[in-house]
């Protein structure tokens, strides 16, 4: 049977309504606008994307956004005093810098230097020990739009068999975190994993954050398992035909064979269309949440 699509899209258009309505009520009864500030350091095309869409969506929740662009050469210096002032404005509740970073910057430091209580991303490290400890902390966008999406279909996850593959900070490592919190039992695997077919067969819950395209096949998921793409990958597609410069033009997939994957799955997310999505709407919950927080007021559930 092929496998039920998890709509991220639309799921993402939903948190987005509840975060606008918790603004509104910010606005009216307490006369507060949540701002995020986003900071660009250099010209990265995808990043300038990614900080545009960002700044679209803040607005239109009716968040404030402030967005930071600074020179490819901007000093560490430079970078940590724009931190700083942001880090001590009443009106930012959230920051995000945007990465990856001009490889002169020591991206550590810089995450570190980001107030914990604005660190919308999640990345800091007391957050990121909050959160390994079970405490109330800033939760990664990419690994909360997907225990979103997995809490929404499974209801509770509690003794699911859960893989993730891949184990960067920003998402693999996170998103074990947050598996185990739900109890599920965890195995990470990366590219030292000996046997990864067998050991993603074996789950219950997939989510691939690798950055390889479509390297999940199919035959390596467990009938009706639930798979969760996060990855981002852009490939040639002959059959669209050439770009005006005669390149040839592309499309996005995922880190998995999203064909052969949903002939065995039991949900898969797809890409575009999935975690993406996702990943910008926590960021604003995760803004309205912290903006909440600074201000002693209730949080969105
Ligand atoms: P990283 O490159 O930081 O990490 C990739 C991980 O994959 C590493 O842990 C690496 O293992 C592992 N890996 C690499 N090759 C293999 C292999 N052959 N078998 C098993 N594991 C392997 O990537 P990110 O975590 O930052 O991102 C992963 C993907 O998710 C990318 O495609 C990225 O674009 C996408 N992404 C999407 C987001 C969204 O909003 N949808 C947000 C963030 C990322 P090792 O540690 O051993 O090197």
Same mark, same amino acid.
């Given at each position: 049977?092929?496998?039920?699509?998890?709509?991220?899209?639309?799921?993402?258009?939903?948190?987005?309504?509840?975060?606008?309505?918790?603004?509104?009520?910010?606005?009216?009864?307490?006369?507060?606008?949540?701002?995020?500030?986003?900071?660009?350091?250099?010209?990265?095309?995808?990043?300038?994307?990614?900080?545009?869409?960002?700044?679209?969506?803040?607005?239109?929740?009716?968040?404030?956004?402030?967005?930071?662009?600074?020179? #490819?050469?901007?000093?560490?210096?430079?970078?940590?005093?724009?931190?700083?002032? *942001?880090?001590?404005?009443?009106?930012?509740?959230?920051?995000?810098?945007?990465?990856?970073?001009?490889?002169?910057?020591?991206?550590?430091?810089?995450?570190?230097?980001?107030?914990? #209580?604005?660190?919308?991303?999640?990345?800091?490290?007391?957050?990121?020990? *909050?959160?390994?400890?079970?405490?109330?902390?800033?939760?990664?966008?990419?690994?909360?739009?997907?225990?979103?999406? *997995?809490?929404?279909?499974?209801?509770?996850?509690?003794?699911?068999?859960?893989?993730?593959?891949?184990?960067?900070?920003?998402?693999?490592?996170?998103?074990?975190?947050?598996?185990?919190?739900?109890?599920?039992?965890?195995?990470?695997?990366?590219?030292?994993?000996?046997?990864?077919?067998?050991?993603?067969?074996?789950?219950?819950?997939?989510?691939?954050?690798?950055?390889?395209?479509?390297?999940?096949?199919?035959?390596?998921?467990?009938?009706?398992?639930?798979?969760?793409?996060?990855?981002?990958?852009?490939?040639?597609?002959?059959?669209?035909?050439?770009?005006?410069?005669?390149?040839?033009?592309?499309? *996005?997939?995922?880190?998995?064979?999203?064909?052969?994957?949903?002939?065995?799955?039991?949900?898969?997310?797809?890409?575009?269309?999935?975690?993406?999505?996702?990943?910008?709407?926590?960021?604003?919950?995760?803004?309205?949440?912290?903006?909440?927080?600074?201000?002693?007021?209730?949080?969105?559930?």
């Amino acid at each position: 049977m092929a496998a039920t699509i998890i709509d991220g899209k639309g799921f993402a258009a939903t948190v987005r309504e509840k975060v606008a309505a918790h603004v509104a009520r910010l606005k009216d009864e307490n006369g507060i606008t949540p701002g995020l500030a986003v900071v660009l350091v250099g010209e990265d095309p995808a990043s300038q994307v990614y900080v545009r869409a960002k700044g679209k969506q803040t607005t239109e929740v009716g968040m404030n956004s402030y967005e930071h662009k600074l020179e #490819a050469d901007t000093s560490e210096a430079d970078l940590l005093a724009v931190i700083d002032k *942001l880090n001590n404005d009443p009106t930012v509740h959230g920051i995000l810098v945007q990465l990856p970073l001009p490889k002169h910057l020591n991206e550590d430091l810089i995450i570190n230097s980001v107030a914990p #209580a604005k660190d919308v991303d999640g990345f800091h490290i007391s957050n990121v020990g *909050l959160l390994g400890t079970g405490q109330k902390s800033m939760v990664p966008c990419t690994p909360l739009g997907c225990l979103m999406m *997995l809490r929404d279909h499974h209801g509770s996850l509690s003794g699911l068999n859960a893989v993730v593959i891949g184990r960067s900070n920003i998402v693999g490592k996170p998103m074990a975190q947050l598996l185990l919190g739900d109890s599920c039992t965890v195995t990470i695997a990366h590219s030292r994993t000996k046997d990864l077919a067998d050991v993603v067969r074996r789950a219950d819950i997939v989510v691939a954050a690798v950055g390889r395209a479509e390297m999940v096949p199919g035959d390596w998921i467990k009938q009706g398992a639930t798979v969760i793409d996060v990855g981002i990958n852009r490939i040639e597609a002959p059959e669209k035909g050439l770009k005006e410069d005669g390149s040839v033009k592309t499309r *996005l997939v995922g880190d998995v064979d999203f064909v052969s994957c949903s002939e065995r799955a039991g949900a898969i997310t797809p890409v575009p269309g999935g975690v993406g999505p996702m990943t910008i709407a926590c960021l604003l919950a995760n803004t309205v949440t912290a903006c909440c927080r600074a201000n002693g007021l209730a949080e969105p559930e």
